[in-house]
């Protein structure tokens, strides 16, 4: 029903940035509350940010909260992780996910509670 298309990954040194951009296709987007989830080596999936159906409510792990944003916009079908003060346990690969058949006004924090994920892209942290 939706397809998830991530980019902006990549090597950044300990408090840089990083800008991480997911885009969907179709013309439902909005229909879809949006998150973000990072999986470390060795480590479970979990969320990271995630964002209402029209952006106007988003939370955030407790680890990046103060550090990193989440940000849709929905006339382009897009959602965004904006990185900032970036530390090595940043470190992981980072999945932009929909969630479908949610209330307009939440932001799920749950993996089950997603449908559809993109691929996945790499962020490194490190000196």
């Known amino acids: 029903q939706v397809q998830l298309v991530e980019s902006g990954g990549g090597l950044v040194q300990p408090g840089g940035s990083l800008r991480l951009s997911c885009a969907a296709s179709?013309?439902?987007?909005?229909?879809?509350?949006m998150g973000w989830f990072r999986q470390a080596p060795g480590e479970e999936r979990h969320i990271v940010a995630a964002t209402s159906r029209g952006g106007g409510l988003t939370t955030y792990a407790d680890s990046v909260k103060g550090r990193f944003t989440i940000s849709r916009d929905n006339a382009k079908n897009t959602v965004h992780l904006q990185m900032n003060s970036l530390k090595p346990e940043d470190t992981a690969v980072y999945y932009c996910?929909?969630?479908?058949?949610?209330?307009?006004?939440?932001?799920?924090?749950?993996?089950?509670?997603?449908?559809?994920w993109g691929q996945g892209t790499q962020v490194t942290v490190s000196s």
């Open positions: 179709g013309r439902t987007f909005s229909s879809y509350s």
């Open positions: 996910a929909a969630a479908a058949g949610v209330g307009y006004y939440r932001a799920p924090v749950e993996i089950s509670q997603y449908n559809y």
